[in-house]
């Protein structure tokens, strides 16, 4: 019952006809993907998350992952798959081919992310980001850092892990207060507490690698003072081996409502002044390289809202073609018939398939502009930075969404835990929040990326989406919205701004997904033949553009809503 | 930090200006209804509810109820929180003044209900449920039966249980195999199993009056031939206490994503062939008096939505107001400040405050109907008829909602359990399921409750509605196509109207509760002074109809979209 199928159709479709992955292949860059190659990994990663990851998901929620103070232990089953994860190679897709990558691009791991999120959230989350550290180390490490971590982080063989989080430090970065004194011999002592650090601790590598915001003596305060330091948890023997325990404890792990089996660690670092850190760029640029990770994983935790999403579509259709109740209202025949029939179950697992698909699109679209922008299209970066928010947070948005129908759908049973409708609607709600809040994304959307190139890069966006809207009244009407919205904010201020951010993210992501998916209804209309998936796909694009994209206009009146609304009454009336 | 503060000015507001209390005190019914009645109980119930309560939703969470084969053990301080409950008069409130009732409005008792179930929902599941069993015998027992249960029933003494669902027979309860043997001396041999029983075993009570339907031999098949039926868990015995033991055992129970202090059972009836059970009303009358019972609980569920909204709405507000992080968006001082000054928080806390107050009027007024209603006001009882499933639904979704908002306003530790917030979000996920799905109610009003006199109790609301509405441009707008919808589903296909059926509901839903929200604004113009409740009432209401109310119109498309758009394609396709 519980089993996870790749949507291999789908995932090929959108990489042939939103990514356009032929095109990259055509750069001497990516040389290597064939179409061979591509459907080698679509198959064979889908098979590997099926098979190895997926029938540990309820054993990693009910059993979860466990401190002591000796360590922490990851639920049964889970080194033996770490292990076979990193035997197949599957970490390695998109490290540098110097250090054992592959050089593949981001939108092919992608495919491979979506899989192992679906199978196993909470697993997944180990295998989301050292593939940031690798980012980090490549464009700020030196070179013998690269040479010394780089080969090991790119397996999986260690992990990495991103420490910005200090109690008093959330989305205010620039808070933290863990310090890092040089020693004269190019080394730092680190000392100083995080909270909130996934996989900071547990039992699937013989060594870990921390990725640790710190702040040098005398630095300014604020994010401008601020370094990034590679502190692993075992300093290496000249063999380049794990050596000597580097002083990096775990003090404890958070009792959270949902991935459970993802360890989030209190690191406490230094305890005993001993704990060695390598500087990692320059000093007191931690925050440029920290972005490097953060742009990474928000467009990984996107895709955790596909994952999570498909996987309680796959769900519900299960239990909605099996369960039998009730006669179809309206029917002469009184025999009770399979969920499915029923219009509202099937209007639910229609807007499931949408929004997932949707987000879907969105996320490697976005996937493959960054690999345009790594052979140097300077507009697919553009573009990039600018949709990076919309992934992260309507993505997450409709992973919340979907596994919410998803409960629905299962009736009583949903609220069950034996049938995982409920794990998946825990699962998912983490992803709103962590690497930068979904409200931080609106706000960084309408505080750094509309005023891109003065709003050119906007503007390019919105000129394409009308290109390929014509013919969908409301699509090009939400993009008309978008753009009316844009340019009311641009001369508003700051206030207004912030007040309108969210419901202004929400109108463009779902006018870019309407554009997206309009393009897959072109594109599966060319397609010979009437497969199942193609007509799904028609009917998924067709409910999203007449459904989804209407409803989301009626978002224009709060996007453009002034903040007078939220402040225009005294604090102490929320309290009254 | 885990407290609750009743929302006293805001529940005297609405029962004042949309219940209209005082007009209810003018029947001699409800003569007792004095203004300072109305007092007492709102500040003794909120009190208790604080004081008693409250503090047991945590324990309740993490030690939930228990099952052994001895029986079902709630956590601790549930035992004697009950007892407090029932010492206190609590329970009596709408119980007929014959049977030890004070024969009480149900609006008033809703406000009851509101604290009890924001206090500790899963705890108020019991206080919700037996009324509905009383009401059940007040309408359709004997004046036998009714001396004989309802004075404890009353009390709270002991405690009523609904039993409709088998496995077989969930929505569909006409599938129901339970059955029932007359023995010749007025009694019947029940034999069957019955899961989702809510408190149907635990150690509250020393007697549980299970009301449960089944099916009499040579019974038709479906609704028509289920018959209800009084089955005690100990028969009683002259003295009118509880005696031999009824064979009727918990068998065990669910393990649920929410609700942990609510035992959810799977009952087994006359295991041993020694169960017995009095018939209420006719035979074969059970579905007429299971739904005097089911009304009575799908208002309460919608209530429901409004306590545990309230509830996360006062959390995230205190987190709000205590936690600092970050300077404010453009201020010139970098200096950080309490996240309520943030814009986006600000936007999710007014959202929050404006949802819920929303959903309280429409439950609140709900009730106040019924009250009508039990006056002879047939009027008022269509029209409660036809809101029954906008409280159900649009509550419970207000309540997802509402606490979805609450985990994010907490950031990362909203997905720490410690804070509740999260709890919160696990406990109302339930409602939307239980008590007919919100499917089934959206099903309910497009297939029985638009017709209602031929369509002339909807037509009479909307015309109150466009009365209220007056100035308020978007909500006329939205009244508008309400009518143009249900014009529309009147002539439709059973197909169609089912496929719009959810996207109506949520249209009719917002409109009908813009219209209290523009008559609460209107009323709070009225009143001298500018208290900070009236001045956040204001801003409520005007978010509400400046933003939730165009948002809405967005279903528009949707709920004029055809069937065809769902059944288009192939079923086989949803697993494509």
């Known amino acids: 019952m519980l089993t996870y199928t790749p949507p291999i159709a789908e995932q090929r479709f959108v990489l042939q006809n939103i990514v ?64 076979a994860y990193v035997e197949g190679g599957w970490g390695t897709l998109t490290g540098p081919t110097e250090y054992g990558g592959q050089g593949l691009p981001l939108s092919l791991s992608s495919v491979v992310m979506e899989d192992l999120g679906s199978a196993n959230m909470a697993f997944s989350l180990i295998m989301m980001l050292s593939p940031a550290a690798v980012e980090a180390l490549k464009h700020h490490g030196t070179e013998e850092q690269r040479r010394t971590w780089m080969p090991k982080l790119v397996t999986g063989e260690w992990n990495g892990t991103m420490n910005l989080t200090e109690p008093q430090a959330g989305s205010d970065v620039g808070a933290l207060k863990t310090r890092a004194v040089p020693q004269g011999d190019g080394t730092y002592r680190i000392k100083g507490q995080k909270i909130f650090i996934t996989f900071g601790e547990h039992d699937l590598t013989d060594n870990i690698v921390h990725l640790v915001l710190a702040r040098t003596p005398d630095a300014p305060e604020g994010t401008r003072g601020i370094s990034l330091f590679l502190v692993p948890k075992f300093r290496l023997n000249d063999d380049g081996t794990p050596g000597e325990f580097n002083d990096v404890r775990c003090v404890s792990i958070e009792h959270k409502m949902g991935i459970h089996a993802s360890p989030t660690c209190v690191m406490s670092y230094g305890d005993r002044d001993d704990c060695v850190g390598w500087l990692v760029g320059e000093e007191q ?19 955790q809202g596909v994952s999570i999403a498909e996987r309680a579509t796959q769900a519900a259709t299960r239990y909605a073609r099996e369960r039998v109740q009730s006669a179809k209202a309206g029917s002469a ?56 928010p919309l992934v992260k947070a309507y993505g997450t948005d409709v992973g919340v969404e979907v596994t919410s129908l998803g409960v629905q759908v299962h009736g009583g049973m949903g609220y069950i835990e034996e049938t995982g409708a409920a794990q998946h609607y825990r699962d998912a709600r983490i992803s709103p929040i962590y690497e930068g809040t979904n409200g931080i994304q609106a706000a960084d959307l309408v505080g750094r990326k509309l005023g891109l190139e003065g709003g050119a890069v906007l503007a390019s966006l919105l000129s394409d989406m009308r290109a390929g809207a014509a013919g969908e009244a409301p699509l090009m009407a939400l993009i008309e919205d978008c753009e009316a919205v844009a340019g009311h904010l641009a001369t508003s201020s700051t206030d207004d701004r912030m007040a309108a951010a969210y419901p202004f993210l929400t109108l463009l992501s779902v006018a870019v997904c309407g554009w997206l998916m309009a393009l897959q209804l072109r594109a599966a209309e060319r397609e010979d033949g009437d497969s199942r998936f193609l007509a799904m796909k028609k009917a998924a694009a067709r409910f999203y553009l007449d459904q989804v994209v209407p409803e989301t206009r009626g978002l224009r009146a709060a996007a453009m809503a002034p903040a007078e609304s939220l402040f225009g009454l005294d604090e102490e009336a929320f309290s009254a």
């Open 20 to 83: 356009k992955v032929d095109e990259l292949s055509g750069h001497n860059v990516f040389a290597d993907v064939t179409s061979d190659l591509v459907d080698a990994i679509l198959e064979g990663a889908g098979q590997f998350a099926a098979g190895e990851f997926a029938p540990l998901n309820r054993v990693g929620d009910e059993v979860g992952s466990k401190w002591s103070p000796e360590g922490v232990t990851t639920p049964p089953g889970f080194k033996e798959a770490y292990g």
């Open 285 to 303: 640029g931690g925050m440029r390289a920290m972005f490097t990770m953060m742009n990474n994983a928000r467009l990984n935790v996107g895709l």
């Open 333 to 388: 025949s009184r025999e009770s018939v399979r969920i499915i029939e029923h219009a509202d179950v099937r209007r639910m697992l229609l807007r499931m398939k949408a929004l997932t698909q949707a987000a879907r699109a969105l996320a490697y679209y976005a996937a493959g502009l960054t690999d345009r922008g790594q052979l140097g299209d300077a507009d697919a970066q553009a573009r990039v930075d600018l949709l990076t």
